[in-house]
């Protein structure tokens, strides 16, 4: 399968994308194919009220991400926790893109969903996107899945690396690893009956 991980917080070098690459290597080392992460830190997508995506002027940062997610069959959104809510950014980017001529990022695939935290939350921020996206399939009769299983990265400096290197934790990458793997399963069962 063709897979995309994009890490949605705006901060340089943020422990979202440290677990984006992480979940990149539990994807990559099952065989599939895996592309390069989308990382928000780059994002100049205009916010709600004072501009639009144009499909037909896409900035570099917006056609890596709206090709990166066209180009898949599994889109994982791994979303930072900032005071127990996610990125404003990357919500504004899922309103942004659902509109009618890009609607099609809503179809035809799965979306996974990871919270980041530096301590022990991560929950709230995938549940919100859960959410988000779920409407955004609805709302533009869409046929896409938003996998139930969520994984959320507690205390992520001390069990990922810069590069989403395993700092040795086996819970914390058992539980990656099967959070890869369900995604995987659900994709597996969708498309066998599409």
């Known amino acids: 399968m063709h897979i995309s991980v994009i890490s949605g917080s705006p901060r340089k070098?943020?422990?979202?994308?440290?677990?984006?690459?992480?979940?990149?290597?539990?994807f990559a080392g099952r065989g599939h194919q895996v592309l390069p992460v989308?990382?928000?830190?780059?994002?100049?997508?205009?916010?709600?009220?004072?501009?639009?995506?144009?499909a037909d002027a896409l900035s570099p940062f917006q056609s890596?991400?709206?090709?990166?997610?066209?180009?898949?069959q599994i889109c994982v959104f791994v979303v930072p926790e900032y005071n127990w809510i996610?990125?404003?950014?990357?919500?504004?980017?899922?309103?942004?893109i659902g509109n009618k001529e890009l609607a099609d990022v809503f179809h035809d695939r799965i979306f996974a969903l990871t919270g980041v935290s530096s301590?022990?939350?991560?929950?709230r921020p995938a549940l919100e996107m859960q959410t988000l996206i779920s409407k955004m399939i609805s709302?533009?009769?869409k046929r896409g899945f938003v996998s139930p299983r969520l994984f959320e990265s507690h205390e992520t400096e001390k069990n990922v690396g810069e590069d989403g290197e395993s700092l040795g934790n086996e819970l914390y990458d058992r539980t990656l690893q099967s959070f890869a793997d369900y995604a995987l399963d659900m994709a597996s069962m969708w498309f066998a009956g599409r």
Do not use: Y
């Not at 991400?65 to 898949?72: C, D, K, P, Q, T």
């Open 13 to 26: 070098d943020s422990n979202s994308l440290k677990v984006a690459r992480a979940i990149s290597k539990a």
């Open 64 to 72: 890596a991400l709206i090709g990166a997610i066209r180009g898949s």
């Open 38 to 54: 989308v990382d928000f830190h780059d994002s100049d997508i205009p916010m709600v009220g004072r501009g639009s995506l144009k």
């Open 119 to 123: 301590g022990r939350g991560g929950r």
């Open 139 to 141: 709302f533009l009769d």
């Open 86 to 96: 996610t990125s404003g950014e990357i919500i504004n980017a899922i309103h942004q």
